[in-house]
């Protein structure tokens, strides 16, 4: 079905909330339709769920052809044995952990998102999550993808080549279909930390990450804590987590279980619409090592500007309102003097393409001029 | 049934609807949180009928038909973080829409049908035509 312009602008922005211009959308139902509807144009953009918070999934100038993989949804191909599971991207990372549920399994990467979020477009992010300090990011958990390329053809690629297309943010080509690795679901319980200076902060995560047991470490600033109401001084929420029905008992398990552990991790899944709905809408995602976290803090802090993060992996998200964006390129300046990364989840997108260093830009393009030598992918976004 | 040509002050009205229906989204952050237990996304599967969708093309205060794919069920609403009233939205944009003549046809059948029969199927073997009865 050929949608109207009206219809055509709701695939034209993404949760970055930045706005461009889309030639046609196509929804393909199965590989086929997707190889098709690449070949047919000259210019793509994937979207998952849209998100992402870089604006990757943005089309650009009107030329390019938006493709909504949420159609393909399907489920196939679990094997016990090696605990595996083989999804077409447009599932949803929930609905994935519904059906696992009943083999007592999971995919444990878990962005804040996960009730919406695809796993191709995880795959295309390489999303991290509340529980990267033990789980990593989300190529840890690929086995292979297949994907189409500009040609439409389809090609099954391996861990030596997965770094190609995970990550890349669909300048290389179309995720179809992923073979994902499982881990055995836990009993999680969780404590809320309180947290008097920053340098506490640092002590009280140091000591955290040395038990194995803890599968999140998540900051909030004292201005948040507040307007969550967790009262005075830093937050922390820590999360633990033991095999399920372990009868050793969990190792050092948190106080909140149940239902008061899960209305925890809900309220941190809402921290960042609640920053945005303040006004707070521009949210970054630098990473930095834990040494350096004072250091920023004090920054962001200066200037007013809320944080909150996966702090136990260095991940923290500044959130700046529309008076504060034109601090942006001086923070990046900065966590760049203090040996960080400027995005450790969200990805580069449009709205950090400035902010990459010459000598990764150089990288990408070359990866890109291999992958997509016609030049259709996601044009004009990361490199 | 066609419609009659709306009177000025359903115009008015239906301006006035739709200018409300918009505003209901000035704080919308576009997160995409409200699709996850949209039932007519969860078959359809495709943005524009989400309700993050209906709510781009009302803050446009654009008359769609698209606004007919809900079934007021307001999950959105239960998952919005910012309490969003995407439904009461929705359901502003298809007053609006009735009121200029542009509602469902089937809808306007089924109105119709209620009226001369007492039934939504237009079924004339009713028992008490006088006693309205449904599905
Ligand atoms: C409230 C909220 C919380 C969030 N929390 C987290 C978090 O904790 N951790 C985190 O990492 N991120 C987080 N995000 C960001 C976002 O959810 C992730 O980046 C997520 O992985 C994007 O998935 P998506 O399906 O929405 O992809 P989209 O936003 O649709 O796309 C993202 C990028 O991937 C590309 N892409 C999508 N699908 C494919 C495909 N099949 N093949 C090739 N390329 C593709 C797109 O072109 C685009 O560049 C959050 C976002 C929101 C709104
Ligand atoms: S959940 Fe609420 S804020 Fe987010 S897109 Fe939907 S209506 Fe907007
Ligand atoms: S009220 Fe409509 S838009 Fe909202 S969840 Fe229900 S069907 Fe979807």
Redesign the pocket.
Known sequence: MKLNKNLIKIYES??SRLKGNAKEVVHPRNVAEVRGAVANSARV??????????G??VPQNGMDVVLD?SKMDGIHGFDKERNTVEVE??VILDELQGYLARFGLEFPV????HA???I???????????RAIKYGK?SNWVKWVE?VDGYGEVHKKGITELSD?SG????T????RACLKLAPRKDRSATLVKVESLEDVVSVVRELKRNSAVSMIEFFDKGISKELELGEGYHLIVEYESPRDDPAGPDGAGALTGKEYEDLIKLR?RV??FVAGEGYTRIE?PKIMIDRFVKLMTWLEARKIPVFG?VGVGILHPCFNHDQEKLVPEMMALVKRLGGQVSG???I?VLKKGFVEINDQKILRNVKKRTDPLNK??VG?VV | MPSDKPSKADRIAAANLMEEASEVFDNCIS???CKSLCPVFKILKEERVSPRGKGIVLSDKVMDKILFECTMCKACEEKC?LNIKVCEAVMKGREAMVLKGRGLKSNEEMIENVRKCGNPFGDKDVKDPEKLYCC
Do not use: Q, W
């Not at chain 1, 878990?110 to 998102?113: C, D, E, F, G, L």
């Not at chain 1, 080509?173 to 179809?176: A, L, P, Q, T, Y």
């Open positions: 993404d949760a953009v994937v979207r998952g769920a849209g998100t992402g918070l870089a990757g999934a993989m991207a447009g878990n962005p804040s998102s919406v979020a695809t191709g477009g995880m795959i295309a992010t390489d999303a991290v999550g509340s989300t994907i297309y890349m943010e669909g300048i080509g179309v995720i179809v899944d960042y619409p995602d996966h989840e969200h990805g997108g992918f996601n976004k | 997160c995409g949180m973080p």
